[in-house]
C-alpha cells in the first residue's frame, strides 16, 4: 500500500512556476518610468503581472500586436488572458497568462478616460514586451 502511495505522489504533475512582475501604473508609465520597463519573457513561462495603480486615473495593463492599432484592435490582447480589468486609482489587480508565440509585442494602458481623444498609450504610457523561444 505504502508503495503504491508513493507512486501516485510522484506521478501527479508539477504546478508551473510562475515568472512574477510587479508593476505600478502612474500617469503615465509604469514604476516610475515614462512607457515603463521592457519585460523579456520566453515561449511558454508562465508569466504573473501584478498591478497596482498608484495613479490619479483609472489603468490596465494589457499586452498587444502593435501600440498604433485602432481602438477596436486594441481592445483584445495579444495573448489569452493578457489583461487585467480596468482598476481605479488605489487598486490592484492581477493575471496570469502564457505567451505562446516569439515577437515583438508591447503593453500599455489603452484608456482615454482623462485624456480623450487620446488614449493613455498615446501619451507614452506603453512599453515593449518581448517574447524569446
Known sequence: MVVAAIGVFFA??????????????????????KGG???????GET???VLNNAGGLP???KVVQDVKMSMAESMEPIFNGAA?????PGETDSITFVPTKAGKYFYGCF???????????DRGMFAEFIVQN
Open 12 to 33: 501527479l504533475p508539477k504546478a508551473p512556476q510562475v515568472r512574477t512582475i510587479e508593476l505600478e501604473a502612474r500617469d503615465f508609465g509604469y514604476n516610475g518610468v
Open 37 to 43: 520597463p521592457a519585460i523579456q519573457i520566453k515561449v
Open 47 to 49: 508569466v504573473g503581472i
Open 59 to 61: 489603468h490596465e495593463f
Open 84 to 88: 487585467t480589468r480596468v482598476i481605479k
Open 111 to 121: 484608456m482615454d478616460e482623462g485624456t480623450k481623444p487620446d488614449r493613455h498609450s
